[in-house]
C-alpha cells in the first residue's frame, strides 16, 4: 500500500530529493531517508504521513497523505 495526497500524487521512487534521500516528515522536522522501503515504513508508523514531492515545474514541496491504497 502507498499514501496518496489530496492532489492524488502518491509516495514513489520519483519523490528523491536532489541528494538521493528521501525527505520524510512535518517541514523543519524531516528525516533523510536513503532507502525507499524504510522511508515507506516511516510513513506508516506517521499518524499523518507527509513527504516531499516534486511539482509540475520540479520543485519539491511537503504534502500530507490523505489514504492509503
Known amino acids: 500500500?502507498?499514501?496518496y495526497s489530496r492532489d492524488g500524487?502518491?509516495?514513489?521512487h520519483s519523490c528523491r530529493y536532489k541528494d538521493g534521500?528521501?525527505?520524510i516528515?512535518?517541514?523543519g522536522r524531516e528525516d533523510k531517508?536513503?532507502?525507499?522501503?524504510?522511508?515507506?515504513?516511516?510513513?506508516a508508523a506517521m499518524p499523518v504521513a507527509r513527504w516531499r514531492r516534486p511539482n509540475r515545474n520540479?520543485?519539491?514541496g511537503i504534502v500530507?497523505?490523505?489514504h492509503w491504497a
Open 21 to 23: 534521500l528521501f525527505r
Open 58 to 60: 520540479g520543485n519539491f
Open 9 to 12: 500524487s502518491t509516495f514513489d
Open 33 to 43: 531517508v536513503a532507502s525507499y522501503s524504510a522511508a515507506l515504513a516511516l510513513l
Open 64 to 66: 500530507r497523505g490523505c
Open 1 to 3: 500500500m502507498l499514501p
Open 25 to 27: 516528515g512535518a517541514k
